[in-house]
């Protein structure tokens, strides 16, 4: 048995006005109970325009949700228009933010070298990584995905201490099944999940990658949660359109 905590992020991606995001993280808390937040790790990242909204609506009624963001650039500050820093971040009492997104990957041009700047970057303002990997339906198709997976784990974790790597999350999300209903099975999801868990092991020891907690994304739905979570290995779930129905996505965390 292990004593990884489950947690399950919402990635509101671009969605969610700042009212639109009060009312939903409102409407969302109304649902679950001191049981739930007990059990497990709720996070939620809004787009950036929203993150202040919904920091006061948790700080100002004491909600145990943890704040995160959906990206963030590796300077701190400078002349880069249009960027957000893990320093800004980090003074909105954020305390998660996703990396390496495979919409991230596939729109704006995110390599595992900038993955692994970004992943500098959170550490270096105490924000802990969501770093997400995951193949193709061709990668898939033509039997990669663990070629593919595994380098994104190497390269975009290279040059991380083992308690760096203890801290952080990685979220398996195949990208044939983000937004497609398409879903890995429980057992295909699981098996990716571990060979993940050996990869961290040949990166941080086996110790480490034990600790390390890694979730499933993609088309996660009140329907499979159950069946996902009850996998050795899947300790939790990064979930997007479904965490934008309050109930919905309240329904996840009480899996």
Known sequence: MTDRKPIIAGNWKLNQTHT???????????????????RVEIVVCPPFTAIRSVQLVI???NLPIGLGAQ?????????????????????????????GHSERRKFFGETDETV?????????????????????????????????VGRQITEGLAGFTPEQVRSLVVAYEPVWAIGTGKAATPEDANATI?????????????DVAEA???QYGGSVS???????????????ALVGGASLDPKSFAMIVKY
């Open 20 to 38: 639109e995001a009060i009312s939903l993280v409102q409407t969302f808390s109304y649902e679950l109970n001191e049981q739930d937040y007990d």
């Open 59 to 61: 700080e100002g009624e």
């Open 71 to 99: 990206n963030l650039y590796w300077e701190d500050d400078g002349a880069y228009t249009g960027e957000v820093s893990g320093a800004f971040l980090k003074a909105l009492n954020c305390t998660y933010v996703i990396v």
């Open 116 to 148: 692994n700047k970004r992943t500098q970057a959170a550490f270096r303002n105490e924000l802990t990584p969501i770093v997400c990997v995951g193949e193709t339906d061709e990668e898939r198709e033509a039997g990669r995905t663990e070629e593919v």
């Open 194 to 206: 571990a060979f993940v868990r050996k990869t961290l092991g040949s990166l941080a020891g086996d």
């Open 212 to 214: 390390v907690r890694i």
């Open 222 to 236: 009140p329907g499979n949660i159950a069946q996902l979570m009850a996998q050795p290995d899947i300790d939790g």
